[in-house]
């Protein structure tokens, strides 16, 4: 019985400790200036296979000519896909002007 615990507790620290969050940045023009910050959630299904509702960073940027970029996937959205069991994966992504 010990072993049966030990060998499922081992399990579960290997399987959080190699999951990881991702996060991709770019950047356009000379980079945020005035410090604004607008952040928007993206659906997905699947494990990020079929796209739900997903965010247009241009759109959120408006007309700024220097703006970056930020679309990650936060502890939040794993935790709701670790929840769902990988039917439900968000995203966050983050415009800063």
């Known amino acids: 019985m010990k072993k049966a615990m030990r060998n499922t507790f081992l399990i579960f620290v290997v399987m959080f400790s190699m999951s990881s ?3 991709y940045t770019y950047t356009v023009g000379d980079g945020p200036q005035t410090g604004v910050e607008i952040k928007k959630k993206n659906h997905y299904l699947i494990y990020g296979l079929a796209p739900v509702g997903v965010s247009n960073p241009l ?38 002007k």
């Open 21 to 23: 969050c991702y996060t």
């Open 59 to 96: 759109e959120m940027a408006g007309n700024a000519e220097n703006y970056e970029v930020t679309i990650e996937h936060t502890f939040v959205d794993g935790l709701l896909n670790a929840i769902t069991f990988g039917i439900y994966s968000p995203t966050t992504t983050t415009v800063k």
